[in-house]
């Protein structure tokens, strides 16, 4: 199962970093053996590995991406495709069944489409195929308050609520493996954290080139931290991957979530 397939690599090892393999590079062949230079370079210090599209485009999913997947495999990192599936739920079937079918262990989606019709037939490939499904719940970026900082009207409840709340109330009920929260809003992790408990997994992206904090956001309540240009720009991508895993692991132990000198 995805949830904790990530939980044990993370454990293994002591890191709770996903590594956002975005590289701004525009020829298909440059861009396969720079991700995979990358990958192989940084993957002692994370615990997965996620994909956008600005890499499934121009190395297409039973291409070059075949090559990553396989790649992160063979180092035992599980794989998210961050798809934010987001149309009519006959369509994001058949969107998550073709990432599933690649390899990916788990999909992005987006909870704006509700579940009937919307995200339900995603969560029911999920299961058949044993993946996982992560709602997005507040976004790192800075229109994200157009968004899902809204205040709305609960249509289960009738109350006036801002609409990540709802939206970390769907990630609950639907049992989703995970809810991603932006690192630039380490108050919104907190709040979105009182609501999920530990129950659903915070996936926090956001870390450094967006202005986000790892020690803020973990602190908050992110369970893993998803962070890509930082990483990938920076002059020595594995120690600065190194740098952000150890400020991040300290900060998890810190909130008691990693027993101290448990191995
Ligand atoms: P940077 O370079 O900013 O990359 O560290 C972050 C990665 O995460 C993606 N991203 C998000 N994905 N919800 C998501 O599902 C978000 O709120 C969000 N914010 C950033 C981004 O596309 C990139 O791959």
């Given at each position: 199962m995805f949830r904790h397939d990530i939980e044990n690599s993370a454990r293994k090892k002591k890191s709770n970093v996903i590594l956002a393999l975005d590289l701004g590079v525009d020829r298909p062949q440059q861009l396969l053996t720079r991700s995979l230079r990358i990958l192989n370079a940084t993957h002692e210090h994370l615990c997965a590995l996620k994909l956008n599209r600005q890499a499934v485009l121009p190395l297409g999913l039973f291409d070059g991406v075949q090559k990553i997947i396989q790649r992160a495999k063979e180092l035992k990192l599980p794989t998210i495709m961050d798809a934010k599936i987001n149309d009519i739920g006959n369509t994001n079937r058949a969107i998550a069944e073709y990432y599933y079918k690649a390899g990916f262990d788990a999909v992005i989606a987006s909870?704006?489409?509700?579940?009937?019709?919307?995200?339900q037939p995603v969560f029911e490939v999920a299961q058949k195929m044993n993946r996982g499904v992560i709602v997005l719940v507040?976004?790192?970026?800075?229109?994200?308050v157009e968004g899902y900082g809204q205040i709305v009207q609960d249509v289960d409840t009738g109350q006036l609520v801002p609409q990540y709340k709802v939206f970390a109330e769907k990630a609950l009920k639907w049992k989703a493996d995970g809810a991603v929260v932006g690192a630039t809003y380490p108050e919104k992790i907190r709040e979105i954290h009182s609501v999920l408990k530990d129950k659903v997994a915070i996936y926090s992206p956001g870390v450094g080139t967006q202005g986000g904090d790892a020690e803020a956001a973990v602190k908050g309540g992110a369970d893993y931290l998803i962070v890509g240009r930082s990483i990938v720009e920076a002059e020595d991508p594995a120690r600065k991957v190194a740098q952000i895993r150890d400020v991040a692991w300290q900060s998890l132990k810190h909130r008691g979530k990693i027993k101290q000198n448990k191995k």
């Open positions: 909870p704006f489409v509700g579940w009937n019709e919307g995200l507040y976004m790192s970026h800075k229109g994200a």
